[in-house]
């Protein structure tokens, strides 16, 4: 015997546009322009994470991708391999 089972689900991507963020982006959000280096940004970096749990760093001047770990090193000291 063959049992099915049907859902009248609306199976549509959520408009996350339309939503308030959980947080305000300006409690977490660190302008690397208002810093001389990375040795000075550091620490706001990491009170920052430490008071929010998120940290998002604008104007890094980041043009190569592939340089994104330099900044992920500052909070995580030993990254994880994907293995999938």
């Known amino acids: 015997m063959t049992h099915i ?3 009248n689900a609306n199976l549509q991507a959520p408009d996350f546009t339309k939503t308030k963020p ?3 982006a300006e409690d977490y959000q660190i ?3 208002d810093f001389e280096s990375r040795q000075t940004l550091e620490p706001e970096i990491l009170k920052r994470f430490s008071q929010k ?3 998002l760093l604008i104007n890094t001047g980041l043009d190569d ?3 994104l770990d330099r900044w992920g090193s500052i909070l995580i000291d030993e ?3 994907y293995e999938g």
Do not use: Q
């Open 53 to 55: 749990g998120a940290v």
């Open 5 to 7: 089972i049907r859902l």
């Open 31 to 33: 302008d690397c322009r």
């Open 22 to 24: 959980p947080l305000d």
């Open 79 to 81: 990254p994880m391999s």
């Open 65 to 67: 991708l592939s340089r």
